[in-house]
């Protein structure tokens, strides 16, 4: 995450109009991929081609796992949450992203 500002500095954000302008991403729900897609185009969980063909953001799925795994991924189990514990690591991205996003906005707020 080289060059990667920390969710957290305040400093780093200009002033939102909205707080969803702090732009917290996460993966959707599990039910809404399979209402999209068949099974298989997910097998692979993030390394799927379709999951990638999804993300319009640059980057944008390194960057919910990388702060997804910040918090709730155990050193050594990266791999694992990105392929074969795909609802897994979406749940814990939607949980990170109130983490962040409320704690973004209790800090800048109050």
Do not use: C
Request: net charge negative; glycine share 8%.
């Amino acid at each position: 995450m080289d060059g990667a500002v920390s969710v957290l500095d305040s400093r780093a954000y200009t002033v939102a109009r909205f707080v969803s302008e702090f732009g917290f991403q996460s993966m959707p729900f599990l039910r809404v991929w399979k209402k999209n897609t068949v099974d298989s185009d997910l097998v692979g969980g993030l390394e799927s081609a379709f999951v990638k063909s999804r993300q319009h953001s640059m980057g944008g799925n390194d960057k919910v796992f990388d702060q997804t795994a910040q918090l709730f991924i155990s050193l050594g189990r990266e791999l694992e949450f990105k392929i074969s514990k795909f609802s897994e690591f979406i749940f814990l991205s939607q949980v990170e992203q109130y983490y962040d996003f409320y704690q973004a906005g209790v800090n800048f707020f109050i």
